[in-house]
């Protein structure tokens, strides 16, 4: 696939951007920030190192979308550092791994929708928590349409969260 879309971008004189030659290093994947939950880390994106800036949007799949959209509107406009920051800061994503309530109970609403976007949730959740979810009172509330792979995501949540109260509407 890779190579088709090379050639396609070469006949249509059009730039790669290749996420894979980004690099990033999250520093610390849950700093409590500007009322809220932040990640920070350092990158390297189209050849301009960033150390430490910040977003909101929770989990390592966050920074990689975020780091594609830098990319993209680093390609065709020259823009600050401070901008960059600023707009990094700044860009929300509802109800992809969103905390309602940092304290206890923990509220955190996710609206993945297939088994790859479950694992990132589980992950960041996982990450953002820093500590055993077994040890955490855990009231799962899962919600899924006919045409997704329901048991599937079930399956990944029970393994994952094996100690949660669960509520499944479908």
């Known amino acids: 696939i890779r190579d088709v879309i090379h ?5 249509m004189h059009a730039p790669i951007l290749d996420v894979a030659e980004m690099s ?9 920030a500007l009322g809220g939950i932040v990640v920070r880390f350092n990158a390297v994106v189209n ?5 430490d800036p910040a977003i909101r949007m929770i989990g390592e799949h966050q920074l990689r979308n ?9 390609s065709v406009i020259d ?16 109800g992809r791994v ?21 694992a990132a949730a589980i992950d960041a959740y996982r990450k953002t928590i820093g500590r055993n979810v077994d040890d955490n009172k855990l009231l799962l509330v899962f919600g899924c349409l006919k045409d997704k792979e329901c048991d599937t995501m079930v399956s990944m949540l029970a393994e994952a969260f094996g100690n949660a109260d669960f509520l499944m509407l479908q």
């Not at 050639?7 to 006949?11: M, S, V």
Request: hydrophobic share 40%.
């Open 7 to 11: 050639r396609k971008a070469e006949e």
């Open 98 to 118: 969103e905390f309602l309530q940092y304290s206890e109970p923990c509220i955190v609403i996710d609206g993945a929708h297939n088994p790859s976007g479950i």
């Open 66 to 74: 975020a780091m594609t959209a830098l990319s993209a509107v680093m």
């Open 47 to 51: 050849g301009r190192n960033y150390e």
């Open 79 to 94: 823009i600050s550092e401070e901008a960059v920051r600023a707009g990094l800061l700044h860009v929300i994503n509802p």
């Open 24 to 32: 990033y290093e999250v520093v610390d994947p849950a700093c409590e």
